[in-house]
Each structure stands twice: as structure tokens, then as C-alpha cells.
């Protein structure tokens, strides 16, 4: 019986860390902005992507990331990025097939959820006007 138990706990203890949020690291880092879909063949991504990449210098200033689950891939700002795309879709609550884009806070609190393309001034103004946001704009004065 202790053989058993001591398994168990041996089994649990090395699959922690796959149980961890992948979005642990972000926090307090960096604001993210989730995009799902079903694949990367959605236009939707691209358009996505593509409005928010043209807008690099107001992501830095604010500190965002993108991360983009579409299928069973999930890139960061489109490199690779360590997250199952299950796990994720679970802690957000995102149905699978659905185009949905979240906004994080840096608490990793879910701050936006859009079901359509989201134009990046809207997640900018929301953002800005955030606590922790005017916080940040007052110490870089």
C-alpha cells in the first residue's frame, strides 16, 4: 500500500508542472491579447494579427503580447509558445471552433472578449484606462 501511495504522489509531483497555467509567466509582465479560432487558415487571424503588428510601438509602450491559438498550434508574438491549446481554451473559457479574442490584464484577468475583429485604439483605450495603466504613464513622465 505505501508502494502504491508513494507512486502516486512520485506521478503527481513530475505532472505539476504540465498542470501549470502556461499564462503564468506573462503575469505581471505583459498584457495579452489571446486570439482563437479553429485553425490558422481563418481570415480572421490574419486580419487580427495584421491590425495589431501594425501597431508594434503602441504594444511596447503598453506591454502586450500576442498569442494566437488556432487548431492544435499556439504561437506568441509567432514564435512557438509551450501552452496545449486545450488548456488554454479551458482557463479562458473558449469554446473550441470559435473566433474569439481576449484581452488580459497583467493580474491575467480576462479585461475584453470579442467574438469579431477588435480594432486595436479600442483595447488601447481600454487599457490606458486602466489603474495600473495610468500608474505606468505617470512614472515614464
Do not use: C, Y
Request: no cysteine; glycine share 4%.
Amino acid at each position: 500500500m505505501l508502494r502504491i501511495l508513494t507512486a502516486a504522489l512520485a506521478m503527481t509531483l513530475t505532472a505539476s508542472p504540465a498542470l501549470a497555467d502556461p499564462l503564468d509567466d506573462l503575469r505581471w509582465q505583459s498584457r495579452p491579447v489571446v486570439i482563437f479560432a479553429a485553425d490558422a487558415n481563418d481570415p480572421r487571424v490574419e486580419q487580427q494579427t495584421a491590425l495589431l503588428t501594425a501597431q508594434s510601438a503602441a504594444l511596447a509602450e503598453r506591454d502586450m503580447t500576442i498569442i494566437t491559438v488556432a487548431g492544435d498550434r499556439v504561437t506568441r508574438d509567432g514564435a512557438p509558445f509551450p501552452a496545449a491549446p486545450a488548456s488554454l481554451r479551458s482557463r479562458l473559457r473558449v469554446e473550441g471552433g470559435t473566433f474569439t479574442v481576449l484581452l488580459l490584464g497583467k493580474d491575467g484577468g480576462i479585461k475584453r472578449r470579442e467574438t469579431t475583429v477588435t480594432f486595436p485604439e479600442a483595447l488601447f483605450r481600454q487599457i490606458d484606462a486602466m489603474p495600473m495603466r495610468q500608474q505606468e504613464m505617470r512614472l515614464s513622465d
